[in-house]
């Protein structure tokens, strides 16, 4: 087994107190030098998963129980530098802690603020599978099989409809912010322009532009002053479907003010071989009247998402799990003990489901 220990652990000859308690008070062996896991707190740190302009993700350990985790370290030097960064941070983290236990969107489990070190650590749900981008990607002509996309865009307005009945609206739904666990469950990731809305709001109206460009609807490319946010995110999640379906999104120009220009408009070509329920279903989700688009009840009760295949089929894109690179570094060290230390790592370590949360 192969690992870069280096990246993942101190080494000195003094031990530490997390391997004492971690593996009992006979480690380390007194034959092999001692390593000092990187940590913060309880949680033992693994290898980047991503970067960004004030934050970096790790994959991480809980030593408590042995639970898999994403720990997203946020630099509040950098932070403060960007204006309005710490206060949208914190409207990420609040919103997060109101969508808790549902199996298509990503978990929340704390926060750490470390304000000696000018550091905000956020510990999320790690998700072992890879992105629904991915899947496309490496699908034949990019194109995800229908039966497969079905059962995604099923698990995909679930989880909007819970996100919705807790007055939050996404904004930046796409098939990048759609991870798989193990399981091939999908969830909902990334809630960094993610809105709040008011409870005493008649028509869930939202007020900001965000998200990304291609996955925008109308009514923020024209900049309306008012739309629904939940509509927003019907309409992305229309794109995301398209794309999966059929390869490519349904709006693209060489720049923004042409793309804008095309989504206004609201004109879009769905080949033949998508079928006519397909179609009806993404003409309904991509009605350039957002008062006339498809709500996501009625989306999820659309002929088209019925009957959905409950075992994959031998044409379908395969979700690759990962495993994450701070259990070979687990598995090398249990290795290296004295056969007391009995059965896999996997029986004892709570195995995941990639990050997350936004890394900016």
């Not at 991503?50 to 509040?76: F, W």
Request: with cysteine.
């Amino acid at each position: 087994m192969s690992f870069d220990a280096g990246s993942l652990f101190d080494s000195d000859g003094s031990g530490s107190e997390l391997e004492e308690d971690f593996f009992g008070s006979g480690w380390p062996p007194p034959t092999r030098r001692r390593l000092r896991p990187k940590r913060i707190r309880d949680y033992v740190l693994g290898p980047t998963l991503g970067k960004g302009a004030y934050a970096t993700v790790k994959e991480g350990l809980d030593s408590r129980n042995l639970r898999l985790v994403a720990v997203k370290t946020i630099d509040r030097r950098a932070l403060s530098r960007i204006p309005g960064g710490l206060a949208n941070v914190r409207r990420e983290i609040a919103i997060m802690k109101m969508l808790p236990g549902h199996p298509n969107v990503i978990e929340f489990y704390e926060t750490i603020d470390d304000r000696s070190l000018r550091k905000l650590y956020i510990i999320l749900e790690l998700a072992s599978g890879q992105s629904l981008q991915d899947l496309i990607d490496k699908a034949p002509n990019n194109r995800i099989p229908p039966s497969q996309v079905k059962g995604y865009m099923q698990q995909l307005m679930q989880g909007l409809a819970f996100i919705h009945g807790k007055n939050v609206v996404h904004r930046d739904i796409k098939p990048s912010n759609l991870l798989f666990n193990s399981k091939e469950v999908l969830k909902i990731t990334d809630f960094g322009v993610a809105e709040i809305l008011s409870r005493y709001n008649k028509f869930d109206e939202a007020h900001h532009s965000f998200g990304s460009p291609a996955f925008q609807p109308p009514e923020i490319a024209n900049s309306d002053a008012a739309y629904s946010g939940m509509k927003v995110d019907v309409w992305a999640a229309g794109v995301t479907m398209y794309y999966c379906l059929v390869g490519r999104i349904p709006f693209y120009a060489d720049n923004r003010l042409e793309l804008q220009r095309l989504v206004a408009a609201g004109d879009f070509e769905v080949p033949d071989f998508i079928g006519k329920e397909a179609e009806d279903l993404l003409r309904g989700m991509l009605r350039t009247d957002w008062s006339q688009r498809l709500s996501v009840r009625e989306v999820l009760h659309h002929p088209w998402l019925q009957n959905i295949p409950t075992s994959p089929r031998s044409d379908w894109v395969k979700v690759e799990a990962l495993e994450p690179k701070v259990l070979n570094v687990v598995k090398q060290i249990l290795a290296d003990e004295e056969p007391r230390t009995s059965g896999s790592v996997e029986e004892h370590v709570v195995l995941p489901d990639r990050t997350q949360c936004s890394v900016q």
